[in-house]
């Protein structure tokens, strides 16, 4: 059974989600909504012509901070030294950018501008954060996602890079302050190959509630 969210603050049990992972209809994406959703599990993911859309897939795809595979060209690009790490220094661009340069196989994107205010939102309320690469002084790659230091979880949103590695090189650097600060593990949502080359893997749904509380 479908279920049609209002104005109120709930969520189904992320095991009533459908055999693709989709759990809910609507809503909004106030802070509040989002705090929950991302505590219990859940994420949205829509597109523009689409209603707001919640998901809770079963597998779900996770990097354990320590499994992180820094293969070698990542490792020679680490010891050059020719890119700034910052954290949380450009939020807004670093999502705006995330949502406009082009991805191999992918025709358009799903971070909406109403998605946009939604973590710039999130941001101000110190719940959403960016990793920023930087490159003679211009943001050439980064990530942002949702940091969850009471569950030492965080739930990765999405990446972007304009020169070879920056993405990757952000990501190391996520996974290295997982993995100083004791996080539990880094969510990715859905299989992708790309993540699966730097180390993440699948879980059963299961096994990511049960580690997430």
Same mark, same amino acid.
């Given at each position: 059974?479908?279920?049609?969210?209002? %104005?109120?603050?709930?969520?189904?049990?992320?095991?009533?989600?459908?055999?693709?992972?989709?759990?809910?209809?609507?809503?909004?994406?106030?802070?509040?909504?989002?705090?929950?959703?991302?505590?219990?599990?859940?994420?949205?993911?829509?597109?523009?012509?689409?209603?707001?859309?919640?998901?809770?897939?079963?597998?779900?795809?996770?990097?354990?901070?320590?499994?992180?595979?820094?293969?070698?060209?990542?490792?020679?690009?680490?010891?050059?030294? $020719?890119?700034?790490?910052?954290?949380?220094?450009?939020?807004?661009?670093?999502?705006?950018?995330?949502?406009?340069?082009?991805?191999?196989?992918?025709?358009?994107?799903?971070?909406?501008? %109403?998605?946009?205010?939604?973590?710039?939102?999130?941001?101000?309320?110190?719940?959403?954060?960016?990793?920023?690469?930087?490159?003679?002084?211009?943001?050439?790659?980064? /990530?942002?996602?949702?940091?969850?230091?009471?569950?030492?979880?965080?739930?990765?949103?999405?990446?972007?890079?304009?020169?070879?590695?920056?993405?990757?090189?952000?990501?190391?650097? /996520?996974? %290295?302050?997982?993995?100083?600060?004791?996080? $539990?593990?880094?969510?990715?949502?859905?299989?992708? %190959?790309?993540?699966?080359?730097?180390?993440?893997?699948?879980?059963?749904?299961?096994?990511?509630?049960?580690?997430?509380?």
């Amino acid at each position: 059974m479908m279920h049609y969210l209002t %104005e109120k603050l709930w969520f189904p049990a992320p095991s009533e989600a459908t055999l693709d992972g989709l759990l809910a209809i609507g809503g909004d994406l106030s802070v509040e909504r989002l705090l929950l959703a991302y505590n219990s599990g859940i994420f949205p993911w829509f597109e523009d012509d689409q209603p707001t859309l919640w998901w809770s897939p079963d597998p779900r795809m996770v990097l354990f901070p320590e499994k992180f595979n820094v293969s070698k060209s990542l490792r020679k690009t680490l010891k050059k030294g $020719k890119f700034k790490i910052t954290f949380n220094q450009n939020f807004s661009e670093v999502i705006k950018k995330c949502a406009t340069v082009p991805r191999k196989g992918q025709a358009g994107t799903w971070i909406t501008k %109403e998605m946009q205010r939604a973590y710039i939102a999130l941001h101000k309320a110190w719940v959403a954060v960016s990793v920023e690469v930087w490159e003679n002084d211009k943001l050439v790659g980064g /990530l942002y996602g949702i940091d969850l230091p009471q569950k030492k979880v965080f739930c990765g949103e999405s990446m972007f890079s304009l020169v070879s590695d920056a993405s990757k090189v952000a990501f190391y650097h /996520l996974s %290295e302050y997982a993995k100083a600060n004791n996080y $539990k593990f880094i969510d990715c949502q859905i299989y992708n %190959e790309h993540l699966e080359s730097l180390g993440a893997e699948e879980i059963g749904r299961g096994s990511f509630l049960a580690l997430l509380q």
